[in-house]
């Protein structure tokens, strides 16, 4: 195995595993805590995952419900045995399939799949995407490729992402997302655009007096309008030399199990 390749933990439980390429994106905390705000329930069965780069949120998700079916495309091809490699060490293997993809080819190539009765329209789309907006150029030189391509609006950008998501998700499907809070008004104006409307929001901070970090947001398509907003999360104590997590954070980074029925 690659020397910069490493097995970490997946959260807190214990029993989650993932290789890790500490030269591409690695997962964290955003990743854990949208893994839990993702809504499961008798309404999601499939559900697709766009750039799951080493499937860490996939495996996070697939771990909390037996039920689900997890599409995981990525367009990376380094990543994607990777991906494959922590599906099979986490025995998910009948839960998530990875796709090598370009989503904006697979969605359209979805979509006509869909209106030839050839497949299911998701149920339920989840992504932890490209959040910079700048030009490729102004990226940080110290920036490997893959990981310019995982963190910057390269080869897909915000508005993409929501419009081909339109094309391949069921009415009042769930599309959940993860944005820093920079993003947060670009994200509700384009959700609307396409007819998403923004059901559950969660802010989160990384001290009680910081300013907010990033935000998790869950719309529906085609669905009535009206917002809840859930109680802020705040990552750390005040005590701004303490860089441990606070109890209720350590509660979300173990996996969320669904009870059956619900």
């Not at 009206?226 to 979300?252: A, M, P």
């Amino acid at each position: 195995m690659k020397k910069n390749i490493v097995k970490n933990n997946l959260g807190y439980g214990g029993d989650l595993f993932v290789y890790q390429d500490k030269t591409m994106f690695n997962y964290s905390v955003d990743t854990i805590l949208l893994g839990n705000f993702v809504s499961i329930n008798r309404n999601v069965s499939n559900i697709l995952e766009i750039g799951t780069n080493n499937a860490a949120l996939a495996i996070f998700v697939a771990s909390r419900s037996k039920k689900i079916i997890i599409d995981a495309i990525e367009i990376q091809h380094e990543a994607i045995s990777l991906a494959n490699k922590n599906v099979t060490l986490n025995k998910l293997e009948n839960q998530i399939n990875i796709i090598e993809a370009d989503f904006k080819k697979y969605s359209k190539d979805y979509a006509n799949k869909c209106g030839n009765k050839l497949a299911k329209k998701y149920s339920s789309i989840i992504a932890n995407p490209p959040y910079y907006n700048e030009d490729f150029n102004q990226v940080r030189t110290s920036s490997t490729i893959s990981q310019k391509l995982a963190t910057h609006e390269i080869n897909l950008n915000l508005e993409e992402l929501i419009s081909n998501s339109a094309k391949i998700i069921e009415q009042k499907g769930y599309l959940t997302i993860v944005l820093p809070i920079a993003r947060y008004i670009d994200l509700i104006c384009l959700l609307r655009k396409y007819n998403f409307e923004p059901k559950r929001i969660q802010i989160v901070y990384p001290r009680v007096n910081s300013l907010p970090k990033f935000c998790l947001v869950e719309s529906r398509f085609n669905s009535g309008w009206g917002t809840f907003f859930l109680k802020n999360i705040y990552l750390h104590n005040e005590d701004i030399n303490d860089h441990s997590y606070r109890d209720e954070v350590k509660k979300l980074y173990i996996p969320i199990k669904v009870k059956e029925g619900e």
